[in-house]
């Protein structure tokens, strides 16, 4: 956040606010419907996703600096979250057998 | 000539390079931190992950009141954000007073939700939930949920400590602005990993 931004008005953080809010709402929401479970955890993470991006551009204001810096630690962040992943293939070939071997 | 013009040849050249990205160091390493804690709370919840989705028998037992709890941490670590932003914003002007305030605010909204946390774990033990054992399917349920939940509460108690050793040092004079921001930051993590924990661990096990 800088200084200029520091005295500026509190709108933007309060639509976050409640946008978080609403978003927790929805994700209750949909947990009352039931879904099957990879539409469940598909919509759990992206309603998760776009709250966590909101939180790190406004609250935690990478919005408000410089390019370089946005750059940097997304790229970084999300590729480290796109490897983690690699695992779930496996937790498939655990209930279903070695994946690709049909 | 010093030691130091000595050894740069006697040239008087900056020692120190500019900060990277054009950011104070210091908030530099807590962003350098942050992203490294993600990789925790990515490797717990994708290992939490893994374990659900491999395990039929995974039960499901969080009730509505167990629901409504957990929907009113969530109301406060989220209020506990906006009023950490205040916080900060009132830092940055040099508004002492203001942003100890707003602080005390933070620090006592977590303070509640750790409560309530710690709460919920109390119920789930007494309904026979432990690290290997519970009364409705695989025993990794435990294990899961207390490594998952407790790692975040971990992190809050942490954050909470931080927080008023830090404020009161600001409001003393010894530490600046940028300090509370960094704390500042490191709230704002916790409460977004909080909004992957929901989902993850509590709304995709509502029983039903």
Known sequence: ?102 | MSHSDVALGGHHVPVMEPSPFAVPAKKLAMWLFIISDIMTFAACLVAYGFLRNSTPNWPKPFQSSTIVSVMLMTFIMITSSLIMVLAVRAAKVGDRAGAFRYSMITLAAGLIFAVLHIREWFGMIAQGVTFYKNPWGTGLFGGAYFSVTGIELLHVIAALIALLIVSLGYKSGRYSAGDIENCGLFWQFINIVWMFVVPLVYLMNVAG
Do not use: C, Q
């Open chain 1, 1 to 102: 956040m800088t200084t200029t931004e520091a005295s500026g008005g509190l709108s933007k953080y309060l639509a976050v606010y409640v946008a978080m809010l609403v978003i927790t709402l929805i994700e209750v929401v949909i947990a009352y419907r039931h879904p099957s479970g990879a539409r469940l955890l598909v919509s759990m993470l992206l309603l998760a996703a776009i709250g966590a991006v909101l939180g790190v551009l406004y609250f935690m204001g990478l919005a408000s600096e410089n390019h370089r810096s946005i750059v940097a630690f997304s790229v970084f962040t999300l590729f480290v979250l796109a490897t983690i992943n690699y695992g779930w293939t496996d937790s498939f070939r655990i209930l279903f057998g070695a994946p690709f071997s049909k």
